[in-house]
């Protein structure tokens, strides 16, 4: 009789303990699945407020504009797959509006092809100096002012008729971003006829 009773007991403690196991399972597995479910629920309120994502195609271009010459700079060209770190990630225009307003880009342009976002600069350049540079196309000398400002100081003599673009790469580079930087303006015509020759 006493060993049907442990037996029983035994029975009956292997179910408990099942039992116990069992709806401690079900609620944590409850529980994870409600977290999912409300997390999902949550990024769709998100994107029911917000753009559809952007294409893995779609180009993101960041230029920047020199406010006082008006010549642009890209920086960053990329797609938008680029940006991802994960396959999951969403990208939005606005998540990119977002990121880049911190840097003062703004938006420029959205096209199917790409997204341009625009900062506006002002470069400034040593007082005094002459730099070669593009002017509507054309090799040019420019001087400096005091306040690093460039203008040309005879248009007749300091815009030669070399067209910018029959340089090789290079030295357009160079005169577009007005990195050729000399003391004297013979200096510049020096160089000028280096670059000619």
Avoid: H, W
């Avoid at 179910?15 to 597995?29: D, T």
């Avoid at 504009?65 to 960053?76: F, N, R, Y």
């Amino acid at each position: 009789m006493k060993a049907k009773k442990n037996v029983l007991l035994l029975i009956i403690g292997l179910f408990l303990i099942g039992s116990l196991f069992f709806v401690g399972y079900f609620i944590g597995g409850s529980k994870e699945a409600s977290l999912d479910k409300s997390a999902t629920s949550n990024l769709s309120v998100y994107d029911s407020k917000q753009e559809d994502q952007l294409d893995d195609d779609l180009c993101l271009v960041l230029k920047e504009v020199d406010v006082t010459t008006g010549d642009s700079t890209v920086k960053l060209k990329k797609t938008i797959k680029e940006f991802k770190t994960k396959d999951k990630d969403k990208i939005t225009k606005s998540s990119l509006e977002e990121i880049y307003l911190k840097e003062g880009y703004e938006l420029s342009s959205v096209t199917d092809k790409e997204i341009i976002l625009v900062k506006n600069i002002e470069k400034s350049f040593e007082p005094g100096r002459y730099y070669l540079g593009e002017e509507k196309g054309f090799v040019a000398i420019f001087k400096s002012d005091d306040k690093g400002k460039l203008f040309i100081e005879d248009y007749n003599k300091d815009i030669i008729t070399r067209k910018v673009d029959s340089l090789p790469e290079g030295d357009r580079v160079l005169l577009k971003n007005k990195q050729l930087k000399f003391e004297t303006k013979e200096e510049a015509y020096d160089q000028i006829a280096e670059i000619e020759s």
